[in-house]
């Protein structure tokens, strides 16, 4: 048995060059032990042999790496036996990280989503209280994270804050910045942070200048705001006061929004967009590689609304990039509409899909998955106010409409929708690309295009 010492609880560099070294020795993972910190006195084993005599060279997908440098960070102790054991496995079926159906790779996929959430939560939710020390201000905050994220995570908030001097306390470790030097401490107690101090008042008045009931009607605040962040954020002691009031003071805040200057707008689809990045209101997001947030210009007079990411937008990370995409690129060209200049987005935005082997087969997604994404869709159009909305296919038009439709009895006429705007139906590109007969298959496409043709002149 060997024995494997890592520096730290989050040590990629250390696992990878000993996976690598391991690895080209043909070492099986049965025969690692891996740990964190000192290595204990161990009568049977020895302490494992990093540089082997004679490597065996091998290559591993770049998506691999990426995935490992996220599960390193979980809180699992079994983590980099299983990332090894992976690893193994890719040398003999370099294919296998592809397999959405085998078991070690979804619970590494897993395990890798669970850290994005993670350190999603900790950007949204530190809170900083000012105190005063010999130099003058300085901004505390107490965040207890999941996983280890605390490191991966001090590049966003020096930049962020890069003007400030703070300190992010953890159990597990502290991070100080002090202007120009970023240093690290041992962990710390909530007891260590301050309580309340005067710039809370001030964060206070802007959460009640901000605050969206949407998220306290869905359980919106309950999924993405746990209920162990909320004593460490003084806007949950506004959430009783605010709730009576709230449809005024959201209609008002969406109104003064679209008043100012485009960047502020830019900025705020940027925040939802990154708040949609760690969305987990239904079960989706456990199977999917990410959110697939919508693109396009946010002052975009024409919305186009698809049912749900495909295989390759959900690796892309963007909407209609795939052959649908694409056919849809060719349509609205056709129809005179430069994509440059609308916003795409899909009804759900994660990717549903059944494993069949090593593919990923598309999967529709049902009343409750679309009622749970209502509320990305319903923030996107809020910000936007785009004229017209072109829903492309049934899913589409029951999130635009509210309710279930058929293409047949909606498609090719105007529809004044109740938040303002146009709507309109029609098909999905990806129908087109499910017709055997080629002859029906073109008839369909320039009907297609005249439903586009149409949408774009009762625009104007």
């Known amino acids: 048995m060997r024995v494997v010492t890592l520096a730290s609880e989050d040590d990629f560099e250390g696992w990878r060059d000993a996976a690598r070294a391991l690895a080209s020795a043909r070492v099986p993972p049965a025969d690692l032990v891996w740990q964190v910190g000192e290595t204990p006195v161990d009568l049977f084993g020895d302490e494992a042999v990093l540089a082997p005599a004679t490597p065996a060279a091998f290559r591993v997908a770049r998506a691999f790496l990426d995935l490992a440098q996220s599960v390193v960070l979980h809180s699992d102790p079994q983590r980099f036996a299983l990332l090894y054991t992976l690893l193994a496995g890719l040398i003999a079926e370099p294919r296998r990280i592809d397999d959405a159906a085998d078991p070690l790779v979804r619970r590494v996929e897993e395990m890798a989503r669970a850290v994005r959430r993670d350190v999603h939560k900790m950007r949204a939710f530190v809170r900083f209280r000012e105190v005063q020390d010999e130099i003058g201000a300085r901004f505390i ?11 991966a995570n001090a590049r966003f908030f020096v930049d962020r804050f890069a003007n400030m001097r703070w300190s992010i306390l953890t159990p597990e470790l502290s991070l100080h910045w002090d202007g120009e030097t970023l240093a690290e401490g041992p962990g710390a107690t909530r007891a260590d942070a301050p309580g309340e101090d005067p710039v809370e008042h001030v964060w206070k008045t802007y959460y009640a200048s901000t605050f969206n009931p949407a998220r306290l009607k869905t359980g919106m605040m309950l999924k993405e705001m746990p209920r162990k962040y909320w004593k460490n954020m003084p806007e949950t002691a506004l959430v009783k006061k605010l709730v009576a009031t709230a449809r005024q003071r959201e209609t008002r805040m969406v109104a003064k929004a679209r008043t100012r200057i ?37 002052d975009a007079r024409m919305m186009f609304v698809g049912e749900q990411p495909g295989d390759q937008e959900d690796l892309a990370g963007r909407p209609f990039v795939g052959p ?21 987005t899909n009804a759900v935005k994660h990717f549903k899909f059944e494993p069949r082997g090593k593919r990923r087969i598309h999967s529709k997604p049902d009343a409750g998955e679309i009622q749970a994404c209502r509320w990305w869709y319903e923030q996107e159009r809020l910000l936007m106010k785009p004229e017209m909305t072109v829903a492309l296919g049934a899913t589409a038009a029951r999130q635009m409409l509210g309710k279930v439709v058929t293409i047949s009895g909606t498609r090719g006429r105007a529809i004044e929708l109740t938040e303002g705007g146009l709507g309109w139906v029609t098909i999905h590109p990806s129908f087109l690309l499910r ?18 043709k149409g949408a774009a002149k009762a625009l104007g």
């Not at 905050?141 to 490191?151: G, K, L, M, S, Y």
């Not at 707008?265 to 949609?276: P, Q």
């Open 324 to 344: 649908a995409g694409q056919m849809f690129d060719k349509a609205i060209g056709e129809a005179g509409i430069d994509r440059a200049t609308v916003y795409v």
């Open 435 to 452: 017709m055997p007969d080629k002859s029906r298959a073109e008839d369909e496409f320039a009907a297609f295009v005249e439903d586009l």
């Open 141 to 151: 905050a107490w965040f207890e994270p999941q996983h280890h994220i605390v490191r």
């Open 262 to 298: 485009g960047g502020n707008i830019e900025a705020a689809w940027t925040a939802l967009r990154d708040e949609a990045a760690g969305c987990t209101r239904c079960h989706l997001y456990k199977h999917a590689t990410q959110t697939v947030f919508g693109e396009g210009p946010v």
